[in-house]
């Protein structure tokens, strides 16, 4: 470890803000140190509880996180915020109404909130939003939250990282849940119908409960299989022991339907005494700690995954990639195809994978 | 390869359309014939031009996709579209307006749709709509169109994959360009003012022509590295090539910034004859054979990597998730570090990866 990287962690277990915010920089840029860091943090993971807030554009997720962080101020707790934001590479300004309504609870010295732009795939994003909750809950923040931007299958697997995910809803968002893809459903520990003074929010918490109740009447084990390939559910074994959880307690835990007008401030009180007796059952069950080792498991897939890619395609003095471009005329003329090209160089460059780095 | 597998390639070999379906489908699952499917179909790839057409939501990319479409129709020419959908899994209908325009493109035999919706994470999404393009490229379409329907980074990577980038922008689009995010104004070869009989189309115009030569004008080379991490360059040779490339010949292609009202059908002949200019310079410069043999790289690329990770996780009757699993007392404790396991993982079971399927 550099002599500078010691002094940011030093700076960092000293409670300083800017190593705070500096880790976090690090981390989501994937700098080289970014692995010895998180690392060095890994023994101070454990003490925060992480709640994931997600749904439709629209939704007024974020000034539910806002009312939502400042009840836990009021309570003394500290909080850390984490937006995911999956800027559109053509607009820019469209939310930054939500960021100033946020920068009235980031006047606060004990709430630290930081916006992550994706800048390329979304597919390891929610590897990165999980490492950042744990620099916030390194750090000590009591409370860590998790609020997605943006739409897409990848921002609820981002909420899903949290300890207690949170959906909320809106009437307009749909003319009935019908619209609500598969996966919503089983995500949710926490529903919150926002906007419950306009017309079809009644009728909307009806079908949710509704459909929550035809969900454990039929069961989970028997719902057919809606998510994806093997491999997928092979990579996302929180998900895996999460319906295997559900099955298991199907009647510990049913999500309650909330209804707020956050932007009355109605209705945060019922979401943060919600909040709590999720985090009880969680404890009480054994599901936290199970839900905390799929996040420790999750973690060293991620890990091994972006060490074989780095240490194939950077390792070896550049071998494999050369292997590639000595292949392209045969490519070219057809005589062999990429798939087997990808067979030819792992069985002939895939034992740099096992090299240790440095 | 079994006997259904052959069937169904004499059947897309044959040109019926409900085995292009078919092929599509598997391999947008991913199914476990896909890539022999892929392999089997290589050589016959590499006729269609292909077309990629992205920008911020609203700013009428599937009215100008049908127009084109429609336009090469009567031009006698065969027509495969891509709509790639980022669908939302709280919101379903949204798009539906556009799906209908399109169905009476589709009502013509020799045009085939095909809208793919994410999943899971955007991080696979360019190298499935990739091979999905090959398959239609293979299926015998003059014209392969991508048209992006989401919004992001992504979705503009996606673009990238064809042998020509059209961006479409409309005056509201944001106060200015200011707000194109870095990446849009070298991803384009061709852009298109939409909407252009409304106010601030003449500023836009120029605005994007001024920034056009003011990118010129510094070089390329120049520009402050805002790609991200290194991995990323060497994991996106195409984008490093095209930059190349765009050095190498700055004054080769200048992209024509084009007029089009698409609701009133106006401009969308200039597009057709800018499309096909453009791939005569690529032609002639001999930058579509470069984008091609990327393309291969690309391919084979993320054979390798889906190879790597399915090995690892699903080979060796599963002993590389046993094996963390016997790591998390450990990992709980705080003796070791999720970094540290995945050294250990890869030290004891990386040798997985070099093993060939079956």
């Given at each position: 470890m550099s002599p500078s990287t010691e002094k940011l962690l030093a700076d960092f277990k000293a409670s300083k803000t800017s190593a705070l915010a500096r880790v976090v920089s690090i981390v989501e840029n994937r700098r080289p140190e970014s692995d010895e860091i998180l690392a060095a943090l890994h023994q101070k993971v454990g003490h925060a509880r992480r709640i994931g807030i997600t749904g439709p554009p629209g939704a007024g997720k974020s000034t539910i996180t806002t009312l939502v962080a400042r009840r836990y101020r009021e309570a003394g707790l500290s909080v850390g915020i984490v937006c995911v934001d999956p800027t559109s590479p053509f607009t820019g300004g469209a939310l930054l109404g939500d960021r100033v309504r946020m920068e009235q609870v980031a006047l606060d010295d004990n709430v630290f909130i930081r916006s992550m732009a994706?800048?390329?795939?979304?597919?390891?994003l929610a590897a990165t939003t999980r490492e950042i909750a744990d620099v916030f809950d390194a750090f000590g923040f009591d409370r860590v939250i998790i609020e997605t931007v943006g739409v897409g299958q990848s921002e609820l697997d981002i909420a899903r990282t949290a300890d207690t995910t949170v959906v909320v809803l809106v009437p307009?968002?749909?003319?009935?849940?019908?619209?609500?893809?598969?996966?919503v459903m089983e995500a949710a520990d926490i529903f919150v119908v926002n906007?419950?003074?306009?017309?079809?929010a009644d009728r909307l918490r009806n079908d949710v409960e509704l459909m929550l109740g035809l969900r454990r009447g039929v069961g989970y084990?028997?719902?057919?299989?809606?998510?994806?390939v093997d491999l997928k559910r092979a990579m996302n074994p929180a998900r895996v022991a999460r319906e295997a959880a559900k099955d298991a307690n199907a009647d510990a835990w049913t999500p309650p339907v909330l209804r707020a007008v956050a932007a009355k401030d109605e209705g945060i009180d019922q979401l943060v005494q919600s909040l709590d007796k999720h985090f009880d059952y969680l404890e009480k069950s054994g599901a936290l700690l199970e839900r905390r080792r799929q996040r420790l498991v999750e973690r060293v897939i991620d890990a091994v995954d972006r060490r074989m890619r780095s240490r194939l395609w950077?390792?070896?003095?550049g071998e494999a990639n050369g292997w590639i471009r000595s292949r392209i005329p045969d490519l070219e003329a057809g005589v062999t195809t990429p798939y087997s090209v990808a067979d030819e160089l792992l069985a002939a460059?895939?034992?740099?994978?096992t090299r240790v780095d440095d």
């Open positions: 994706t800048r390329g795939s979304l597919g390891g307009e968002s749909g003319d009935s849940i019908q619209t609500l893809k598969a996966g906007k419950s003074d306009r017309p079809g084990g028997s719902m057919p299989a809606h998510h994806g950077q390792g070896g003095d460059h895939g034992h740099l994978v």
